[in-house]
């Protein structure tokens, strides 16, 4: 079974910059679109950044033009650029698919943005 290893979370201020990557142990993300998700404390999860079918990518209003997803298929990782981080981007990060197909969510990693 397909397991996804978030890391590169951590602490920093506001204005500061984090790279976040998703290890899958499979070669998934030419069967599957996928996307970074987070969950801030006592909320919903939402999808912040996707790849399309056709290849492009997508953000939520919320973080257009401070993310930006990429992958490298030889390492099977998918990767979050963060850069402007405010303290609502607080939240726990997971990687996961798209649509009906959902792995078993890993889990995660912790982004906390202090003012």
């Known amino acids: 079974q397909v397991q996804l290893v978030e890391s590169g979370g951590g602490s920093v201020q506001a204005g500061g910059s984090l790279r976040l990557s998703c290890a899958a142990s499979g070669s998934i993300f030419w069967a599957y679109v996928m996307g970074w998700y987070r969950q801030p404390p006592g909320k919903q999860r939402e999808l912040v950044a996707q790849f399309t079918r056709s290849g492009g990518t997508k953000y939520a209003d919320s973080v257009k033009g401070r993310f930006t997803i990429s992958r490298d298929n030889a390492k099977n990782t998918l990767y979050l650029q963060m850069n402007s981080l405010k303290p609502e981007d607080t939240a726990v990060y997971h990687c996961?698919?798209?649509?009906?197909?959902?792995?078993?969510w890993g889990q995660g990693t912790q982004v906390t943005v202090s003012s």
């Open positions: 996961n698919s798209l649509g009906a197909v959902t792995f078993p």
